[in-house]
């Protein structure tokens, strides 16, 4: 059986986004079928057997697009494997130490039970939307600290898990 992998993600300014792509690239290369959509486009869940949630971080919060998704597909992520990733610290500190999820992502792993989170290090680069971003690379704090390789080393643990899971 064909396994179809979502890879929702909740973004701004884009950041979370290449994350995703990447994360479903992964899956794709290890034969998984794999899309990436922005979680506020996703009306179902119908035609995957596993979901990757991803959101950016903001002022300790997961993105709003990646909370209301968790939120509003509660009951069929509760029926299939999920993992969770967020992005957003604007420093190396993610590529130098486990991260935990912040308080309202950590909640809805339990209650859905999560099979995994990891937190990726963000990016904010001038052009950025909003009023906080423009004011974080004013005093200097911007760059890009998303570390690919990371990111591709989690999505293959991913995807052999997943691997597994179609030959039990």
């Known amino acids: 059986m064909e396994q179809r992998v979502l890879v929702a993600y909740g973004s701004t300014n884009g950041s979370t986004v290449k994350i995703a792509e990447t994360v479903a690239e992964v899956l794709r290369t290890a034969g998984i079928t ?23 971080l903001y002022a300790g919060r997961w993105h709003k697009d990646a909370r209301r998704f968790v939120g509003r597909h509660r009951g069929a992520l509760a029926h299939r494997p999920v993992w969770f990733f967020s992005s957003g610290p604007l420093d190396s500190t993610a590529s130098q130490r486990d991260i935990p999820p912040v308080p309202g992502v950590k909640r ?22 909003g009023r906080i971003a423009r004011m974080i690379l004013r005093n200097g704090k911007g760059g890009d600290f998303r570390d690919f390789a990371a990111i591709e080393t989690w999505a293959a643990g991913l995807a052999k898990e997943l691997g597994a899971m179609a030959h039990r």
């Open 108 to 129: 809805a792993m339990a209650r859905l039970d999560v099979r995994g989170h990891v937190t990726f290090g963000g990016c904010l680069t001038e052009g950025a939307q």
């Open 34 to 56: 794999a899309e990436a959509w922005p979680a506020r486009s996703v009306t179902d869940l119908d035609h995957y057997e596993a979901v990757v949630v991803g959101g950016a």
